[in-house]
């Protein structure tokens, strides 16, 4: 049987690394421009480089959703999550049968894909950076997370097995709204606190007074998260926030790349979407800090945009 083709929406930093491991495991790999569109298709050299200086080259295709009328296969989404409401709407108007698998960090941001037959969200493991165009530096923490969402049962198995290589793994995942809550919250912190400071990550590990207020963030989040029937460990998560500090010292967190480089940040599918969905259960003052900060941070990227 022929197997299906993997189409990746987004040419970033994730996107870029993900098409050439594939591309190197014999897949059918394609990439779909996320923000450009009514493009033809082009084939451009890619470079990833990884761990121990490893240089890994792969001529991939790019095209974009106008050159797209059926698609049988696996979809990766790797664009950022606020895209989400546009891409879902083209996925709509193709032919074939698809999975969808989304790569973004962000609460409720698989909404958009409801009424899909076979969505899954991914709690990404991993690290990229475009370094220069079509060049990439990428390194894999451990195998990332794949499950399916809104409460439907089924694993990912057959999926994880076509869209795992060894430099980017995946695994099957039956809890993953954990992962994502744990993921949230601690982007609740690192995404508004470090572009704020305009500190790096490692800011949690070395200032005592910023470790505090990140754990007043998680503390409000993990309440709220019980809120809806989700039960997190706190400790575990101010364990892994100042091991995450620690290990990216130095390393800007995507939010204040985003800020620095006048782009949209993701910071409404975080704090921000926290802050909706205290409102949404009449309890807005549970989670007064993360909103704040949130809200600092949309005034901070609109400032500097305009
Ligand atoms: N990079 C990392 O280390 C990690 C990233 N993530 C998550 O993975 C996701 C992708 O991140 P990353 O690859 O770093 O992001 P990048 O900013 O590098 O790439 C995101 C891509 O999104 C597309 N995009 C941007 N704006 C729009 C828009 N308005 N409409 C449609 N598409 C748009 C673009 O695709 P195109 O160029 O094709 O137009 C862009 O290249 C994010 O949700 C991020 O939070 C999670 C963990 C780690
Ligand atoms: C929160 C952190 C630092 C964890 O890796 C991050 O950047 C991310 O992956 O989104």
Same mark, same amino acid.
């Given at each position: 049987?022929?197997?299906?083709? /993997?189409? #990746?929406?987004?040419?970033?930093?994730?996107?870029?690394? !993900?098409? =050439?491991?594939?591309?190197?495991?014999?897949?059918?790999? &394609? !990439?779909?421009?996320?923000?450009?569109?009514?493009?033809?298709?082009?084939?451009? =050299?890619?470079?990833?480089?990884? &761990?121990?200086?490893?240089?890994? &080259?792969?001529?991939?295709?790019?095209? %974009? $959703?106008?050159?797209?009328?059926?698609?049988?296969?696996?979809?990766?989404?790797?664009?950022?999550?606020?895209?989400?409401?546009?891409?879902?709407e083209?996925?709509?108007? !193709?032919?074939?049968?698809?999975?969808?698998?989304?790569?973004?960090?962000?609460?409720? =941001?698989?909404?958009?894909?409801?009424?899909?037959?076979?969505?899954?969200?991914?709690?990404?493991?991993?690290?990229?950076q475009?370094?220069?165009?079509?060049?990439?530096s $990428? &390194?894999?923490?451990?195998?990332?997370?794949?499950?399916?969402?809104?409460?439907?049962?089924?694993?990912?198995?057959? !999926?994880?097995?076509? #869209?795992? %290589?060894?430099?980017?793994? $995946?695994?099957?995942e039956?809890? #993953?709204?954990?992962y994502?809550?744990?993921?949230?919250?601690?982007? *609740?912190?690192?995404?508004? /606190? *470090?572009?704020?400071?305009?500190?790096?990550?490692?800011?949690?590990?070395?200032?005592?007074?910023?470790?505090?207020?990140?754990?007043?963030?998680?503390?409000?989040?993990? =309440?709220?998260a019980?809120?809806?029937?989700? +039960?997190?460990?706190?400790?575990?998560i101010? +364990?892994?926030?100042?091991? /995450?500090?620690?290990?990216?010292?130095?390393?800007?967190?995507?939010?204040?790349?985003?800020?620095?480089?006048?782009?949209?940040?993701? /910071?409404?599918?975080?704090?921000?979407?926290?802050?909706?969905?205290?409102d949404?259960?009449?309890?807005?003052?549970?989670?007064?800090?993360?909103?704040?900060?949130?809200?600092?941070?949309?005034?901070?990227?609109?400032?500097?945009?305009?």
């Open positions: 049987m022929q197997k299906p083709d /993997i189409y #990746i929406i987004g040419s970033g930093a994730i996107g870029k690394a !993900l098409a =050439v491991f594939l591309k190197q495991a014999q897949e059918s790999v &394609k !990439l779909v421009r996320g923000s450009v569109d009514y493009q033809p298709e082009k084939e451009d =050299v890619i470079t990833v480089k990884g &761990k121990e200086d490893k240089v890994f &080259k792969e001529e991939i295709i790019t095209t %974009t $959703f106008s050159q797209l009328n059926t698609i049988n296969g696996i979809v990766l989404v790797a664009t950022k999550a606020f895209a989400n409401q546009e891409i879902a083209k996925l709509r108007g !193709l032919k074939g049968q698809f999975s969808i698998v989304l790569l973004q960090n962000g609460l409720n =941001v698989e909404e958009p894909f409801y009424g899909f037959d076979d969505v899954y969200r991914c709690v990404l493991f991993a690290t990229s475009v370094v220069e165009e079509n060049t990439v $990428f &390194k894999m923490v451990t195998e990332s997370p794949v499950g399916r969402v809104n409460n439907e049962t089924g694993t990912a198995g057959g !999926l994880i097995e076509q #869209i795992s %290589t060894p430099h980017f793994g $995946f695994r099957d039956p809890n #993953i709204l954990k994502v809550w744990d993921k949230v919250i601690l982007n *609740c912190a690192f995404n508004s /606190i *470090c572009p704020l400071l305009e500190e790096d990550n490692g800011i949690f590990y070395r200032n005592k007074e910023a470790a505090t207020l990140a754990r007043q963030v998680i503390s409000e989040c993990v =309440v709220l019980r809120e809806y029937e989700v +039960e997190l460990d706190q400790e575990e101010e +364990e892994k926030l100042l091991l /995450i500090s620690e290990r990216s010292n130095g390393q800007l967190i995507s939010t204040y790349e985003d800020i620095r480089k006048k782009r949209k940040t993701e /910071i409404e599918s975080l704090n921000l979407e926290i802050a909706r969905m205290a949404e259960i009449g309890k807005p003052e549970m989670v007064n800090k993360t909103r704040l900060l949130g809200e600092m941070i949309r005034l901070k990227s609109e400032i500097k945009c305009n």
